[in-house]
């Protein structure tokens, strides 16, 4: 699917995501989609909170329509980027998943890990996410309920 990005996409990583995210902004660069990196810069430790609050604030200040999020699991970087307004964010290990979770529940984040998946997986992940858009329909009634949650 040729998929057309308007705004660029974020992406952001902690140390145990660094490499893995340094393949996807290979493959982003190969299939001449933009991105901005909002770190980390190296496999230095660091903190997951920080790179997601970062990156995910690109999509809630509407600069980017999508996140990319790396860390060991895509656990620590998923869990964070929920609390965060606005952010629909899901752990993916496999394309079937990052597909339906843009078709049925909107997702505009995804989180990897990179202890998890190599970076030929991730970048299937990476497409099956990117190249497929909500459907709407009986699934909108749900993301409006889903995102009544933020105010429990």
């Known amino acids: 699917m040729a998929v057309q990005f308007e705004k660029p996409i974020a992406l952001g990583a902690d ?20 991105y901005r ?5 190296s496999t230095a430790s660091c903190d997951y909170p920080d790179y997601a609050a970062a990156t995910c604030g690109a999509v809630t200040n509407g600069s980017s329509d ?3 999020l790396c860390c060991g699991t895509g656990v620590g970087m998923s869990m964070c980027a929920n609390k965060i307004k606005g952010i629909r964010a899901c752990c993916c290990s ?16 995804l989180c990897l890990g990179g202890r998890v998946v190599g970076p030929g997986l991730a970048c299937q992940i990476v497409d099956a996410f990117l190249d ?18 933020e105010t429990l």
């Open 15 to 34: 140390h145990g995501g660094y490499e893995l995210k340094e393949a996807i902004k290979q493959h982003l660069e190969e299939r001449g989609i933009a």
């Open 37 to 41: 990196d909002f770190g980390t810069n």
């Open 66 to 68: 999508f996140a990319i």
């Open 94 to 109: 496999e394309p079937f998943s990052a597909e339906y979770t843009r078709r049925h529940n909107n997702a505009n984040t």
């Open 132 to 149: 497929h858009e909500f459907e709407g329909g009986r699934h909108q009634k749900r993301i409006n309920k889903m995102m009544a949650l």
